[in-house]
């Protein structure tokens, strides 16, 4: 070619990165990796080993161990044996350990750019300039919070050995956010990588190793979804850390229901990429590439759907196949390359049938006139418009280069559209009206949210999802919460601290009669109270009640045995009540307020109540109002004040921390304590802007149906607050099932908790379960604060950026 027809045409010849330091790391282990656990190389004990492979070349790269139960088994015992030493060293030490890290990670940042672009096929343009940069700042930042646990997180400690998986998309980057906050918040690691692409994270065990960490602080074992398996189903590993498919995700979630380990999971998405039609489309088209061919795609936070203005739709995807024309796919070492290889084969044949099946199912695709290279797994960027909004390509994650485009007219619209997945991981707003971009934001379902950029990252921002994208955060103060635990919980009790149904063994103290007339019209034995939904007082359907005994064992009363219906009903109100969540925090603070002085008002009326129902004395039952009156103020005061965080992340960019309401909320409330365990639960919910759907104490109910009438005097919407009464486990059994509710608090029995935990899984909504652990309900310590809130919210953050 010369010179002149170079100038003509622009192509770019091949900048080939050099191979030789990575290679040369791989023959000095003589091609094969052992396990690294307790500091030592240690060989798999079924002495089997799998492949890694370049799949830019489909050339073997090394033989990786499998480690099997047994393995797992001694990495968690070096891990539990590290443990009380890793936790004694103290805060600073930590910090000094994992600075070193750090440093060394940047020593090294070429040798593991180049080794991960060749194990996973991306390109070393964006292992060089995003992955590994983004790992070093991701254990300096976590370095500083280990420095700052025992001042800002004082409340808190470390929850003991941590279980890891992590996917093969971003490696080192998945392993860094996993292994960061973990040991800086002093817990020690088991970590698996994907086994499609373990070898940065033995790397980074070598780099343990010269720093001096100590032995057993970081265990990694290879191996695939059996050694995960084992890691998940481990007794001794007390928390569940896991990035992933959706699909393994439940699995996890169900595998370890009942056991009381702690969980978060980053599943997968099918984000909204939303251009308004005075976006800079040249921007927005940038945009896209980052977007979507990013990573070839394989990335959970994707923007795979494309949705834009039907004004400037055409105009965008002329820009966009005019973009994809001059993509360049290629060997992941050449540096002029866009796009690298699809990590395997199994990945390459999803893209392919997915693709197959939405040309079968109408859509129109676009590929560009070039051909990919055939020396490695390749896909080449694909388009598909006429895309219906219930089709497979629209709702199906692909992970892979492909877009699907779909228009829409009003804004409405737009987020309507944006909304219609079982996702809710990201979404990114395109246009340059910044009023418009922070009102559609708060209205998306996601826990990341980029106006005019995408698909950026730091570790000073929280990152994570809704739905069925997962819970928890990784980045940010919320998220080192997913590696702490709160010290109160080392005072909770095996058994409740009152006994809900105590059958006639009633205290000496004054008790009240049953024929109390103080009691007023609640008395009557003769009076069934009724469920609350919608705010009107509701019959339920299938017309039974329930006898409910008082202290002596006598009846007091009877209660409506609210099904399976009920509950959809109360559900399905609830849903529907947006008024509450609207409103701003001082106006839910004045409700609140006055929800406070109308139980003041009737505070004898309430206590009597208790005392017929509990073996409380009198002053006790008082007190136990007081508190609830204290409680409700305390929350109604967090109504305006419980805000986010602007976050220092490294770009240009103003990041907003904010705490959404997750929703709608089931809460099944403690037999204890029938009036504070619903306060105690019920308040922090609303004053964080949720609905609720509330089971309160099934041998003590009528606390909670007393408070209809405060509730209908006090100005809370209708639907905000909805109440169904009868058997606890198997009303909570239908509301851990219902697809519409988002999160579910439970405080009942271990097996209760189990069984919540189980059946959550199907549409991944958060849960909060006791696993039969009793708190004190009258203790503020214990039963009140920022855990309520957090449990009560969902952290977004949204990305502006500025320059002009
Ligand atoms: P996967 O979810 O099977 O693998 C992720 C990790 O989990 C790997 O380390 C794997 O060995 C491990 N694993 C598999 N089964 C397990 C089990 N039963 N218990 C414990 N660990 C287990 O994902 P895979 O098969 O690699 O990809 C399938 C699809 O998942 C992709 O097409 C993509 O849609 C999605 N995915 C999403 C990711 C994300 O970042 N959200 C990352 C990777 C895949
Ligand atoms: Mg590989």
């Not at 109270?529 to 509701?538: H, R, S, V």
């Not at 305006?640 to 770009?651: A, C, L, M, P, S």
């Not at 009528?702 to 009464?725: E, H, K, M, R």
């Not at 920022?786 to 500025?802: C, D």
Request: aromatic residues 8%; charged residues 25%.
């Amino acid at each position: 070619m010369t010179i002149k027809e170079i100038y003509k045409n622009m192509s770019y010849g091949p900048a080939p990165e050099s191979a030789s330091a990575a290679n040369d790391f791989i023959d000095a282990h003589d091609k094969t990796f052992n396990l690294y656990i307790d500091g030592q190389w240690k060989e798999p004990s079924s002495g089997k080993y799998f492949d890694s492979t370049n799949p830019a070349t489909k050339e073997k790269l090394a033989n990786i161990a499998e480690a099997n139960d047994a393995d797992v088994d001694a990495a968690v015992a070096a891990a539990k044996k590290a443990l009380p030493k890793w936790v004694e060293i103290g805060a600073h030490q930590r910090a000094r350990y994992m600075y070193a890290i750090a440093r060394q990670i940047q020593k090294h940042s070429r040798l593991f750019a180049v080794l991960e672009a060749m194990d996973n096929g991306k390109s070393i343009r964006e292992t060089r300039d995003i992955d590994i940069p983004l790992v070093a700042r991701h254990f300096y930042h976590h370095a500083g919070w280990a420095q700052l646990r025992d001042t800002e997180l004082k409340d808190h400690k470390e929850i003991g050995v941590i279980g890891q998986i992590i996917p093969w998309n971003f490696p080192l980057l998945m392993m860094a956010w996993k292994i960061a906050p973990a040991i800086a918040m002093g817990n020690t690691v088991v970590l698996k990588p994907a086994e499609f692409t373990s070898l940065t994270a033995l790397l980074f065990a070598e780099i343990c190793d010269q720093i001096g960490l100590p032995k057993g602080v970081v265990n990694i074992v290879t191996g695939d979804g059996k050694t995960g398996a084992a890691i998940v189903n481990h007794a001794d590993v007390q928390k569940i850390a896991f990035t992933g498919s959706t699909e393994v995700g439940k699995i996890i979630r169900r595998a370890t229901a009942g056991s009381g380990k702690k969980l978060s999971l980053e599943l997968g998405g099918k984000s909204p990429f939303i251009v308004f039609d005075d976006a800079d489309l040249d921007s927005a088209v940038e945009g896209v590439v980052d977007a979507i061919w990013f990573n070839q795609g394989q990335v959970c936070c994707a923007g795979s759907r494309l949705l834009v203005q039907e004004s400037v739709a055409d105009k965008l995807y002329k820009k966009i196949r005019a973009r994809m024309e001059r993509l360049r796919v290629g060997n992941s070492l050449d540096k002029c390359i866009d796009i690298g290889a699809i990590v395997a084969p199994v990945q390459l044949k999803v893209i392919e049938d997915l693709v197959k099946q939405g040309v079968d199912e109408g859509a129109t695709l676009w590929q560009p006139s070039w051909t990919c290279p055939k020396d490695g797994y390749f896909y080449p960027p694909s388009l598909f418009t006429d895309v219906s909004p219930s089709s497979t390509v629209a709702q199906v994650e692909i992970f892979g280069p492909v877009l699907v485009a779909m228009s829409f007219r009003t804004h409405k619209e737009a987020v309507k559209l944006a909304n219609n997945t079982r996702y809710g991981l990201a979404a990114s707003l395109w246009t340059e009206n910044i009023n418009l971009a922070l009102d559609i934001a708060p209205q998306i379902k996601a826990g990341t949210v980029w106006i005019n950029c995408t698909n950026v990252f730091d570790a000073a921002s929280g990152f994570g999802g809704y739905r069925e994208s997962g819970f928890g955060r990784e980045g940010g103060k919320e998220g080192l919460y997913e590696y702490l635990k709160p010290k109160i919980e080392g005072k909770f009790s095996d058994k409740p601290l009152t006994n809900p149904n105590p059958k006639g063994s009633a205290k000496k103290e004054k008790t009240a009669k049953k024929s109390d007339k103080s009691n007023g019209a609640f008395s009557a034995i003769d009076r069934t109270t009724k469920m609350y939904i919608g705010g009107k007082q509701a019959r339920p359907d299938g017309g039974y009640s329930t006898v409910i005994k008082g202290a002596d064992g006598t009846a007091i009363g009877e209660v409506s045995t609210g099904n399976r219906k009920d509950i959809r009903n109360a559900v399905e109100v609830a849903q529907k009540s947006t008024s509450w969540q609207g409103k701003t925090g001082h106006s839910k603070a004045q409700v609140l307020y006055y929800l406070a002085e109308n139980l003041a008002i009737r505070q004898d009326e309430f206590a009597n109540r208790l005392v017929q129902m509990t073996q409380q004395s009198k002053s006790e039952a008082l007190k136990e109002v007081d508190i609830a009156i204290d409680r409700i103020y305390t929350y109604a005061a967090h109504a305006d004040k419980y805000d986010g965080n602007v976050h220092h992340t490294t770009h240009r960019n103003v990041t907003l921390a904010m705490p959404e309401p997750v929703g709608l909320i089931a809460i099944v409330c403690p037999d204890e304590s029938p009036l504070l365990g619903f306060i105690s639960t019920v308040i922090p919910a609303i004053a964080m802007g949720n609905n609720v759907v509330v089971i309160p104490s099934e041998t003590a109910p009528f606390s909670a149906t007393d408070f209809y009438q405060i509730l209908d005097t006090s100005d809370v919407p209708c639907g905000t607050v909805n109440i169904v009464t009868g058997a606890k486990d198997e009303l909570a059994t239908v509301l851990a099932k219902h697809d519409n509710v988002d999160a579910i608090w439970y405080f009942g029995t271990k097996e209760g908790s189990k069984n919540i935990e189980l059946l959550s899984a199907d549409n991944m909504k958060r849960t909060w379960v006791n696993n039969g652990k009793y708190r004190d309900w009258t203790d503020k310590k214990q039963a009140e604060g920022t855990t309520f809130l957090q449990h009560a919210t969902e952290i977004k953050n949204i990305w502006i950026p500025y320059g002009a």
